[in-house]
């Protein structure tokens, strides 16, 4: 599975769009883009994922490069409760494996 | 929407011990698999349980210390054997839903476990 890079943490005001950034420069051309968040030790959750272009959902928007090597994951109107820990997975297979991801931090 | 649960949420374990967690999905579902989150540190996968035999563990985990047994689509259990202070973790299932079409996994609420 190709590395992703993400910032440690990102600072975000409440209302506001919050747009956290993945580096994945090495993917392959199978490979899909997955985005989950933990909200302090409950189980990761799902936001969305993408194989090459945009998608949306009630969560939020995956914007992906035309290159594919890097990613934007798009939360529109930011909420106290975004605060969490976000990662961004690139993978072909079942298997996931979690990097360090980036701490979100929505504040009033 | 489907659920994932996982018992106990939580327990605190005397050394030399064994636990065991289960995993119950309320649909079915084609794959299932277990995680490990030590204090502080993102999650690791520790095995594949796969239906009616043995699951696949990656490397670093192996059957001896993690026993796991999925007997239907719907129910795995992980096991940690003759536990020390290491082991305290938050042990976490995932699956993946028959029928979605992709491999998303979806996770369960997770076990935090403190060996003492």
């Known amino acids: 599975d190709a590395k992703t890079t993400q910032p440690t943490s990102m600072d975000c005001a409440e209302g506001r769009a919050a747009n956290l950034p993945c580096n994945h420069s090495t993917i392959s051309g199978n490979e899909y883009v997955y985005w989950y968040r933990q909200i302090h030790s409950q189980g990761p959750q799902y936001i969305i994922h993408g194989l090459k272009n945009n998608e949306t959902n009630e969560m939020a928007s995956l914007i992906i490069t035309e290159d594919r090597k890097s990613s934007t994951l798009i939360l529109p109107h930011a909420t106290l409760r975004d605060t969490a820990v976000y990662y961004c997975i690139v993978t072909n297979t079942d298997k996931l494996i979690f990097g360090t991801g980036t701490r979100l931090q929505v504040f009033p | 929407s489907a659920v994932i649960s996982q018992k106990p949420s939580r327990d605190i374990c005397q050394r030399g011990t064994s636990l065991t967690i289960q995993c119950q999905v309320d649909?079915?579902?084609?794959?299932m698999f277990w995680y490990r989150q030590q204090p502080g540190q993102s999650l690791t996968l520790i095995a594949t349980?796969?239906?009616?035999?043995?699951?696949?563990?990656e490397s670093g985990f192996v059957i001896d210390k993690f026993p796991i047994s999925r007997p239907n689509l719907t129910f795995s259990t992980l096991t940690v054997s003759n536990m020390s202070p290491e082991d305290s973790s938050i042990y976490l299932c995932?699956?993946?839903?028959?029928?979605?079409?992709?491999?998303?996994?979806?996770f369960g609420p997770g076990t935090r476990l403190t060996v003492l």
């Open positions: 649909s079915q579902v084609t794959m």
């Open positions: 995932s699956v993946v839903f028959s029928g979605q079409g992709t491999d998303t996994q979806y």
């Open positions: 349980a796969n239906q009616g035999s043995e699951a696949t563990y």
